[in-house]
C-alpha cells in the first residue's frame, strides 16, 4: 500500500470514529439508523483488508493482545480506579464497587442485555470493539489457512450461526462470541482485498451501495431496531451484513473524494483516523465516568460537541502520553545496547 492509500484509509477511519461519538451521544432520529447500520463495521472490513493470511493463528493472537487487549485493559482499569475514587468520597462500598467493575471488564458488555447468565451484569460501552476483534483476528487466521472459498464461506457462516444461536441463552465472556459473528465482516474485507475488487472504479457499484444501505436503513426505521452488532443483534433479514458492507464502501467513496478535494480536511481527519484507538478509549472513560461528573448543557448539539470536543483532545493527548513512553523505552533501550558493545 502507497502512502496515499494509508491516508485514505486514515481518513475513513476518523469519519468512523466521529460517527461512533455522535451515534453514543447524539444523532437525530433517522441519522441514528444510518450511523448504526455501517460504523462498526467499518472498522472490521479495514482490519480484514489489512490483514496479513501468511501468519499463524498463534503470532496473529500475540499481535492481538498487545493491540487490542492490552488498550481493553487499562481502559478498563481506569474505569475501575475512577469508579472506586466516586465509591470512596459516596462512602459506598470500596470492596463491592471494585468487584462489580471487574466482572464488568471481564464479560465487556456493551449494554445491559437480558440474558440469564449477565443480566446482572454491569455494562463496559464501547470498548467490546477490542475484545471482539482480537476474537475475530484469530478466526480469520483459521478460516483463511483452509483451501478452497467456499470450504472458507462455509466456515465463518457455521461458526457464525452457532454463536448467533447460542448468545441468546448464554454469553461467552471476553466478548467471544461477537468476535465470531463480526468476523464476518473481516472475512469480507479479506475477500475484498485478496480479489482486488476495489482496484477500479465503478460508477454502477455506487448505485447499488446506495440502493442497498437505504434498504437497510428503511428497513430498521420500520422496524424501529438499528443493527447493532455488539449485541448479536441482525434484525434485518440479512440486510444488516449488506448494509454495513455498502456503507463501508459509501465512506470509502467519500473518503476518495475528499483526499482529491481537501488537503486540509485529509489532514485533519487522518490525524484522527491515526489515533482511533486512543480516542475510543478515553471515548470509554468520559462515556461511562467523566461525563457523569461534568455538568453539561441540555442541549442535544451543544453536549455533542463537547464531547468530541473532549474525546478527541483526550485521546489525542492519551496518543502523545503513550507515544513519549515509547520513545523513552525505545531510547533506553538503545543507550543499554550501546554499553554493552
Given at each position: 500500500m502507497n502512502n496515499k492509500r494509508n491516508t485514505q484509509v486514515d481518513v475513513m477511519r476518523g469519519f468512523g470514529i466521529l460517527l461512533v461519538i455522535m451515534g453514543h451521544v447524539?444523532?437525530?432520529?433517522?441519522?441514528?439508523?444510518?450511523i448504526c447500520s455501517f460504523h462498526m463495521p467499518l472498522f472490521f472490513i479495514i482490519s480484514g483488508y489489512y490483514f496479513k493470511p501468511e501468519r499463524a493463528p498463534s503470532e496473529v493472537?500475540?499481535?492481538?493482545?498487545?493491540?487490542?487487549?492490552?488498550?481493553?485493559?487499562f481502559t478498563c482499569l481506569c474505569i475501575i480506579v475512577i469508579e472506586v475514587i466516586v465509591a470512596?468520597?459516596?462512602?459506598?462500598?470500596?470492596?463491592?464497587?471494585?468487584?462489580?467493575?471487574?466482572?464488568?471488564?471481564?464479560?465487556?458488555?456493551?449494554?445491559?442485555?437480558?440474558?440469564?447468565?449477565?443480566?446482572?451484569i454491569e455494562r463496559i460501552g464501547a470498548i467490546w470493539f477490542f475484545e471482539a476483534l482480537f476474537w475475530a483476528q484469530i478466526e480469520l487466521s483459521i478460516v483463511s489457512?483452509?483451501?478452497?472459498?467456499?470450504?472458507?464461506?462455509?466456515?465463518?457462516?457455521?461458526?457464525?450461526?452457532?454463536?448467533?444461536?447460542?448468545?441468546?441463552?448464554?454469553?461467552?465472556?471476553?466478548?467471544?462470541?461477537?468476535?465470531?459473528?463480526?468476523?464476518?465482516?473481516?472475512?469480507?474485507?479479506?475477500l475484498i482485498k485478496k480479489y482486488n475488487i476495489m482496484e477500479k472504479d465503478n460508477r454502477n457499484w455506487m448505485v447499488i451501495a446506495i440502493s442497498l444501505s437505504s434498504i437497510c436503513v428503511i428497513i430498521a426505521f420500520i422496524k424501529g431496531k438499528p443493527f447493532v452488532p455488539a449485541y448479536l443483534e441482525y434484525p434485518l433479514y440479512g440486510f444488516d451484513i449488506i448494509g454495513g458492507v455498502s456503507g463501508t464502501y459509501l465512506i470509502y467513496l467519500l473518503s476518495k473524494y475528499i483526499c482529491k478535494k481537501s488537503k486540509r480536511l485529509v489532514k485533519v481527519?487522518?490525524?484522527?483516523?491515526?489515533?482511533?484507538?486512543?480516542?475510543?478509549?478515553?471515548?470509554?472513560?468520559?462515556?461511562?465516568?467523566?461525563?457523569?461528573?461534568?455538568?453539561?448543557?441540555?442541549?442535544?448539539?451543544?453536549?455533542?460537541?463537547?464531547?468530541?470536543?473532549?474525546?478527541?483532545?483526550?485521546?489525542?493527548?492519551?496518543?502523545?502520553?503513550?507515544?513519549?513512553k515509547r520513545n523513552y523505552n525505545e531510547h533506553k533501550a538503545s543507550y543499554k545496547k550501546g554499553l554493552s558493545r
Open positions: 447524539y444523532a437525530p432520529h433517522i441519522l441514528k439508523y444510518i493472537a500475540e499481535k492481538g493482545l498487545k493491540r487490542l487487549l492490552v488498550p481493553y485493559i470512596l468520597v459516596k462512602n459506598d462500598d470500596i470492596g463491592k464497587t471494585f468487584y462489580i467493575w471487574f466482572i464488568a471488564s471481564l464479560y465487556g458488555l456493551p449494554g445491559r442485555l437480558d440474558i440469564p447468565n449477565i443480566s446482572e489457512k483452509v483451501k478452497g472459498i467456499k470450504r472458507q464461506i462455509g466456515l465463518v457462516t457455521t461458526i457464525f450461526l452457532s454463536a448467533y444461536f447460542v448468545s441468546a441463552y448464554f454469553w461467552f465472556p471476553l466478548n467471544i462470541g461477537t468476535g465470531l459473528t463480526t468476523a464476518v465482516f473481516l472475512y469480507i474485507g479479506y481527519l487522518s490525524y484522527i483516523g491515526n489515533r482511533t484507538t486512543e480516542i475510543l478509549c478515553f471515548h470509554l472513560i468520559d462515556q461511562d465516568c467523566l461525563s457523569l461528573l461534568l455538568p453539561l448543557p441540555n442541549s442535544n448539539i451543544l453536549r455533542l460537541i463537547i464531547r468530541l470536543i473532549i474525546d478527541i483532545v483526550g485521546g489525542i493527548g492519551l496518543h502523545l502520553l503513550l507515544q513519549k
